[in-house]
């Protein structure tokens, strides 16, 4: 059974260019959670998602930031019009639902130049 | 609201050493309280959990206790390895695996042979 799948593992954008994060969550999970790590800081929760639904979004920034888990394929974490400070590295987690270990990813870093 | 705060890094120690890693929280009623790991280019692996008061976690030689009086979860090993070399992670979560961890900054152990 492979684990939580992200890619691309590192992501170069320009500021104002869009970032497009996606995570394949291990077979049988339903549940993925998005986390961000910024520089020398620990992770940072930012969304809660089951299949087609977004069930916690407190940590998500208001604007540029969305996230979606469509029935079919990967968890997208989208960040549109990037600037320096969201470099980071973005992981994401998965679960087969909310009682249970979350499994993490690699992680996505994003560099922002 | 839930926080974590994480003994500073790096630590470097030699072969065999014994280890501890501070971690106190702040949380309202009865988290549970998590260790994980990260290797280099990895995502994070969960070490081991408390679920409540005065449980103690274990796994590969790596102890924490729950202590609910100091609000700790230090952990500990009593013989470290060059492949223990990695950062350390303490976290917390509301409930067992529900929802969002809220996470430490991290520790990075360094062992030198």
């Known amino acids: 059974n492979a684990g939580v799948m992200q890619n691309p593992r590192h992501l170069v954008r320009r500021r104002g260019q869009e970032a497009r994060l996606r995570c394949s969550p291990m077979k049988g999970h339903s549940h993925v959670y998005w986390y961000r790590q910024l520089p020398e800081e620990g992770l940072k929760f930012m969304v809660y998602?089951?299949?087609?639904?977004?069930?916690?979004e407190s940590g998500m920034p208001k604007e540029r930031f969305s996230a979606e888990f469509p029935k079919e394929g990967p968890s997208i974490l989208r960040i549109q019009q990037v600037v320096r400070g969201d470099s980071a590295a973005y992981f994401c987690?998965?679960?087969?639902?909310?009682?249970?270990?979350?499994?993490f990813g690699p992680g996505t870093r994003l560099t922002v130049l | 609201g839930n926080s974590v705060t994480q003994m500073e890094g790096p630590v470097t120690l030699s072969e065999e050493a014994f280890l501890t890693i501070n971690c106190t929280y702040t949380?309202?009623?009865?988290?549970?309280l998590f260790w994980y790991v990260q290797y280099p280019g990895e995502g994070l692996q969960l070490l081991l959990k408390a679920t409540k008061a005065d449980d103690k976690g274990s796994n590969k030689g790596f102890e924490a206790t729950y202590r609910k009086e100091t609000t700790s979860f230090h952990l500990e090993k009593g013989s470290v390895q060059v492949s223990d070399s990695a950062v350390y992670f303490c976290?917390?979560?509301?409930?067992?695996?529900?929802?969002?961890?809220?996470f430490g900054t991290g520790t990075r152990l360094t062992i030198i042979p």
């Open positions: 998602l089951q299949k087609e639904n977004i069930i916690d």
């Open positions: 949380a309202t009623g009865y988290p549970s």
């Open positions: 976290a917390l979560s509301r409930d067992f695996g529900n929802e969002k961890l809220t």
């Open positions: 987690a998965s679960s087969p639902g909310r009682e249970f270990e979350q499994f």
